[in-house]
């Protein structure tokens, strides 16, 4: 059962976090790899409420099912192109900094397909996330009954 709603007890909290995902929105990262790093620092953090919610955000922009199926193993898998597999490294770093930190030779193979504002709005996006799954997760908010928006963005390649 849930705890609490953030938009209802504290719509400030909402609002701070909804300005965030306006900024990484308009930050040129592509829409497809933005919830595909939400997805797996949410797997990571084990928030179904996230993992609902981004999982249908990626079908809604048509994602195949064999990526989202295959996302827990991405490394073994051929379905994912460097750029996303840097991301999805850069990802798992920035979610367990607190276990491994963040190496030297994971920053500069991730520079290999990220510009520095790209990395630094790539980092925004994790840390977000992050938040999003804590704050989730700690009101027990129960997944479910997330709908993808209709509209959705183009894609950019």
């Known amino acids: 059962m849930e705890r609490f709603d953030y938009a209802k007890v504290a719509p400030g909290v909402y609002r701070a976090m909804s300005s965030l995902e306006q900024y990484l929105r308009d930050s040129g990262l592509e829409e ?4 595909l790093i939400k997805l ?5 953090n084990g928030c179904a409420y996230c993992l609902d919610m ?3 955000d990626l079908k809604a922009i048509g994602e195949q099912d064999q990526r989202l199926y295959e ?4 490394e073994e ?3 994912y192109s460097d750029r996303e597999r840097a991301a999805l490294a850069w990802t798992e770093a920035v979610t367990r900094v607190a276990e491994s930190r963040v190496s030297d030779e994971l920053y500069n193979n991730v520079r290999k397909q990220f510009s520095e504002k790209e990395l630094a709005d790539l980092t925004l996006a994790i840390a977000t996330i992050n938040a999003w799954n804590r704050l989730a997760i700690s009101a027990r908010t129960v997944p479910g009954t997330y709908q993808a928006p209709k509209v959705r963005l183009k894609q950019t390649a």
Do not use: G, N
């Open 40 to 44: 797996r620092a949410s797997q990571l």
């Open 77 to 79: 898998c051929p379905f």
């Open 71 to 74: 996302l827990d193993a991405w």
């Open 32 to 35: 497809p790899l933005l919830h």
């Open 54 to 56: 981004h999982w249908k």
